[in-house]
Protein backbone atom coordinates (compact mmCIF):
# COMPACT_ATOMS: atom_id res chain seq x y z
CA UNK A 1 0.00 0.00 0.00
CA UNK A 2 3.14 2.62 1.29
CA UNK A 3 4.71 1.73 -2.12
CA UNK A 4 1.56 2.06 -4.51
CA UNK A 5 1.10 5.80 -2.49
CA UNK A 6 4.43 6.88 -3.21
CA UNK A 7 4.57 5.93 -6.91
CA UNK A 8 1.56 7.97 -7.03
CA UNK A 9 2.79 10.92 -5.57
CA UNK A 10 5.90 10.18 -7.79
CA UNK A 11 4.01 10.45 -10.85
CA UNK A 12 1.52 13.68 -9.70
CA UNK A 13 5.30 15.20 -9.43
CA UNK A 14 6.17 14.63 -12.99
CA UNK A 15 2.49 16.27 -13.56
CA UNK A 16 2.74 18.83 -11.48
CA UNK A 17 5.63 19.95 -13.50
CA UNK A 18 4.28 19.57 -16.49
CA UNK A 19 1.56 21.23 -15.36
CA UNK A 20 3.72 24.36 -14.20
CA UNK A 21 5.26 24.71 -17.88
CA UNK A 22 1.69 24.64 -19.47
CA UNK A 23 0.90 27.24 -17.33
CA UNK A 24 3.95 28.96 -18.50
CA UNK A 25 3.86 28.13 -22.09
CA UNK A 26 -0.39 29.41 -21.66
CA UNK A 27 0.77 32.73 -19.85
CA UNK A 28 3.16 33.61 -22.38
CA UNK A 29 0.75 33.37 -25.17
CA UNK A 30 -2.05 34.75 -23.52
CA UNK A 31 0.07 38.03 -22.62
CA UNK A 32 0.68 38.56 -26.39
CA UNK A 33 -2.83 40.07 -27.67
CA UNK A 34 -2.31 42.38 -24.53
CA UNK A 35 1.17 43.30 -25.65
CA UNK A 36 -0.15 44.17 -29.18
CA UNK A 37 -3.28 45.99 -27.97
CA UNK A 38 -1.05 48.57 -25.60
CA UNK A 39 1.11 48.91 -29.10
CA UNK A 40 -1.78 49.83 -31.08
CA UNK A 41 -3.08 52.29 -28.87
CA UNK A 42 0.38 54.02 -28.48
CA UNK A 43 0.34 53.82 -32.27
CA UNK A 44 -3.17 55.62 -31.98
CA UNK A 45 -2.08 58.22 -30.03
CA UNK A 46 1.59 59.23 -31.76
CA UNK A 47 -1.04 59.19 -35.00
CA UNK A 48 -3.21 61.82 -33.15
CA UNK A 49 -0.18 63.48 -31.97
CA UNK A 50 0.73 64.41 -35.15
CA UNK A 51 -2.48 65.17 -36.83
CA UNK A 52 -2.53 67.69 -33.88
CA UNK A 53 0.87 69.13 -34.72
CA UNK A 54 0.33 69.37 -38.34
CA UNK A 55 -2.98 71.15 -38.25
CA UNK A 56 -1.04 73.92 -35.32
CA UNK A 57 1.97 73.55 -38.24
CA UNK A 58 -0.96 74.51 -40.78
CA UNK A 59 -2.67 77.20 -38.87
CA UNK A 60 0.59 79.02 -38.96
CA UNK A 61 1.94 78.63 -42.02
CA UNK A 62 -1.82 80.36 -43.49
CA UNK A 63 -0.66 82.97 -41.12
CA UNK A 64 2.79 83.80 -41.96
CA UNK A 65 1.50 83.45 -45.57
CA UNK A 66 -1.17 85.94 -44.72
CA UNK A 67 1.15 88.06 -42.86
CA UNK A 68 4.03 88.36 -45.74
CA UNK A 69 0.73 89.78 -47.99
CA UNK A 70 0.23 92.46 -45.97
CA UNK A 71 4.09 92.95 -46.15
CA UNK A 72 3.41 93.25 -49.68
CA UNK A 73 0.71 95.26 -49.26
CA UNK A 74 1.69 98.04 -46.88
CA UNK A 75 5.61 97.83 -49.57
CA UNK A 76 3.26 99.04 -51.97
CA UNK A 77 2.00 101.91 -50.17
CA UNK A 78 5.02 102.76 -49.01
CA UNK A 79 6.34 103.06 -52.76
CA UNK A 80 3.42 104.43 -54.20
CA UNK A 81 3.34 107.61 -51.60
CA UNK A 82 7.09 108.14 -52.58
CA UNK A 83 6.68 108.93 -55.76
CA UNK A 84 3.88 111.09 -54.89
CA UNK A 85 6.40 112.60 -52.24
CA UNK A 86 8.51 113.76 -55.39
CA UNK A 87 5.46 115.80 -57.61
CA UNK A 88 4.27 117.09 -54.45
CA UNK A 89 4.89 121.28 -54.12
CA UNK A 90 2.39 122.10 -51.08
CA UNK A 91 4.28 121.50 -47.74
CA UNK A 92 1.19 120.62 -45.82
CA UNK A 93 0.54 117.92 -48.16
CA UNK A 94 3.97 116.89 -48.04
CA UNK A 95 4.31 116.62 -43.89
CA UNK A 96 0.68 114.36 -44.68
CA UNK A 97 2.02 112.17 -47.47
CA UNK A 98 5.48 111.68 -45.46
CA UNK A 99 3.31 111.02 -42.38
CA UNK A 100 1.67 108.18 -44.25
CA UNK A 101 4.93 106.58 -45.21
CA UNK A 102 6.24 106.61 -41.52
CA UNK A 103 3.19 104.90 -40.56
CA UNK A 104 3.22 102.05 -43.37
CA UNK A 105 7.08 101.79 -42.61
CA UNK A 106 6.13 101.26 -38.92
CA UNK A 107 3.31 98.80 -39.43
CA UNK A 108 5.39 96.96 -41.82
CA UNK A 109 8.44 96.56 -39.52
CA UNK A 110 5.47 95.20 -36.84
CA UNK A 111 4.35 92.23 -39.38
CA UNK A 112 8.21 91.39 -40.40
CA UNK A 113 8.28 90.80 -36.58
CA UNK A 114 5.52 88.92 -36.22
CA UNK A 115 6.51 86.77 -39.52
CA UNK A 116 9.82 86.27 -37.91
CA UNK A 117 7.97 85.04 -34.57
CA UNK A 118 5.61 82.85 -36.64
CA UNK A 119 9.18 81.38 -38.45
CA UNK A 120 10.65 80.52 -35.18
CA UNK A 121 7.20 78.73 -34.30
CA UNK A 122 7.31 77.11 -37.45
CA UNK A 123 10.48 75.54 -36.73
CA UNK A 124 10.08 74.53 -33.37
CA UNK A 125 6.36 72.69 -34.50
CA UNK A 126 8.73 71.48 -37.51
CA UNK A 127 11.10 69.72 -34.89
CA UNK A 128 7.90 67.97 -32.87
CA UNK A 129 6.59 66.81 -35.73
CA UNK A 130 9.62 65.01 -37.46
CA UNK A 131 10.15 63.80 -33.73
CA UNK A 132 6.49 62.58 -33.22
CA UNK A 133 6.90 61.15 -36.83
CA UNK A 134 10.05 59.65 -35.60
CA UNK A 135 8.22 57.72 -33.50
CA UNK A 136 5.35 56.76 -34.72
CA UNK A 137 7.29 54.84 -37.55
CA UNK A 138 8.81 53.43 -34.74
CA UNK A 139 5.94 52.27 -33.17
CA UNK A 140 4.55 50.79 -36.56
CA UNK A 141 7.81 48.78 -36.94
CA UNK A 142 7.16 47.21 -33.29
CA UNK A 143 4.12 46.24 -33.74
CA UNK A 144 4.78 44.47 -37.53
CA UNK A 145 7.74 43.22 -35.11
CA UNK A 146 5.24 41.89 -32.85
CA UNK A 147 2.89 40.53 -35.30
CA UNK A 148 5.52 38.50 -37.12
CA UNK A 149 6.95 37.60 -33.75
CA UNK A 150 3.38 36.28 -32.35
CA UNK A 151 2.78 34.26 -35.76
CA UNK A 152 5.75 32.71 -35.32
CA UNK A 153 5.34 32.10 -31.73
CA UNK A 154 2.15 30.72 -32.10
CA UNK A 155 3.28 27.67 -34.28
CA UNK A 156 5.84 27.05 -31.22
CA UNK A 157 3.33 27.54 -28.31
CA UNK A 158 1.06 24.82 -30.37
CA UNK A 159 3.75 22.29 -30.92
CA UNK A 160 4.71 22.52 -27.33
CA UNK A 161 1.88 22.85 -25.60
CA UNK A 162 0.51 19.62 -27.75
CA UNK A 163 3.72 17.72 -26.66
CA UNK A 164 2.78 18.44 -23.40
CA UNK A 165 -0.29 17.18 -23.57
CA UNK A 166 0.96 13.62 -24.74
CA UNK A 167 2.93 13.53 -21.96
CA UNK A 168 1.18 14.25 -19.60
CA UNK A 169 -1.22 11.86 -21.07
CA UNK A 170 1.23 9.05 -20.76
CA UNK A 171 1.65 9.68 -17.04
CA UNK A 172 -1.81 10.84 -15.89
CA UNK A 173 -3.04 7.31 -17.12
CA UNK A 174 -0.84 5.46 -14.43
CA UNK A 175 -2.39 7.56 -11.64
CA UNK A 176 -5.48 6.30 -9.88
CA UNK A 177 -8.39 8.46 -11.64
CA UNK A 178 -9.56 9.06 -7.64
CA UNK A 179 -6.04 10.69 -6.80
CA UNK A 180 -6.09 12.64 -9.95
CA UNK A 181 -9.47 14.01 -9.78
CA UNK A 182 -7.68 14.92 -6.66
CA UNK A 183 -5.24 16.54 -7.25
CA UNK A 184 -6.99 18.60 -10.51
CA UNK A 185 -9.77 19.82 -7.71
CA UNK A 186 -7.01 21.09 -5.47
CA UNK A 187 -4.97 22.58 -8.24
CA UNK A 188 -7.47 24.49 -10.11
CA UNK A 189 -8.49 26.35 -6.71
CA UNK A 190 -4.76 26.92 -5.53
CA UNK A 191 -3.21 28.56 -8.50
CA UNK A 192 -2.20 25.87 -10.68
CA UNK A 193 -0.48 24.22 -7.50
CA UNK A 194 -1.90 20.89 -6.63
CA UNK A 195 1.57 19.08 -4.85
CA UNK A 196 3.86 20.31 -3.20
CA UNK A 197 7.30 19.45 -1.76
CA UNK A 198 7.18 19.47 2.46
CA UNK A 199 10.82 20.16 3.68
CA UNK A 200 12.49 21.27 7.48
CA UNK A 201 8.75 20.82 8.65
CA UNK A 202 7.56 23.44 6.23
CA UNK A 203 4.96 23.02 3.50
CA UNK A 204 6.69 24.66 0.24
CA UNK A 205 3.63 25.73 -1.29
CA UNK A 206 2.40 28.23 1.36
CA UNK A 207 5.90 28.11 3.76
CA UNK A 208 3.68 27.14 6.47
CA UNK A 209 4.67 24.87 10.04
CA UNK A 210 3.80 21.49 9.30
CA UNK A 211 2.75 19.75 12.73
CA UNK A 212 5.08 17.56 13.97
CA UNK A 213 2.64 14.68 14.08
CA UNK A 214 1.80 15.00 10.29
CA UNK A 215 5.51 15.43 9.32
CA UNK A 216 6.40 12.18 11.30
CA UNK A 217 3.80 10.43 9.00
CA UNK A 218 4.35 12.00 6.04
CA UNK A 219 8.31 10.71 6.64
CA UNK A 220 6.86 7.49 7.47
CA UNK A 221 5.22 6.94 4.11
CA UNK A 222 1.54 7.61 4.57
CA UNK A 223 -1.38 5.24 3.68
CA UNK A 224 -3.55 7.95 2.31
CA UNK A 225 -2.72 11.26 1.12
CA UNK A 226 -1.99 14.08 3.28
CA UNK A 227 -2.88 17.91 2.46
CA UNK A 228 -0.98 20.67 4.41
CA UNK A 229 -3.46 21.93 6.97
CA UNK A 230 -2.81 25.58 5.59
CA UNK A 231 -3.09 25.60 1.52
CA UNK A 232 -4.77 22.17 1.32
CA UNK A 233 -2.01 21.43 -0.72
CA UNK A 234 -1.24 17.18 -1.62
CA UNK A 235 2.14 16.88 0.43
CA UNK A 236 5.25 14.90 -0.27
CA UNK A 237 8.58 14.29 0.81
CA UNK A 238 11.65 14.14 -1.33
CA UNK A 239 13.57 11.33 0.42
CA UNK A 240 17.16 12.68 -0.77
CA UNK A 241 16.01 16.19 0.51
CA UNK A 242 13.98 15.86 3.62
CA UNK A 243 15.04 16.47 7.34
ZN1 LIG B 1 0.76 24.65 2.57
Sequence with gaps: VEDFLQIQLSLLEKIQKIDIEVTGIEGERDSYPRKKELINEEVSGLEAEVDSI???KDDLERQRAAAEGEIVAWDERIKRNEERLKDIKNEKQFKAVGKEVNTAT????????????????????????????????QKKEECEFIELEMKQLTAEWERALAEKKTERD?????????????????????????????????????HMNIPPQLYIQLRKGPDELIVCPHCHRILYIDEKTSV
Aim: glycine share 6%; with cysteine.
Design 54 to 56: SLV
Design 106 to 137: KKKAEIAKEVLRIVKLLETKHGELDNAKERLN
Design 170 to 206: AVAAKVSPDILRRYELIKNKRHGIGLVLARDSTCRGC
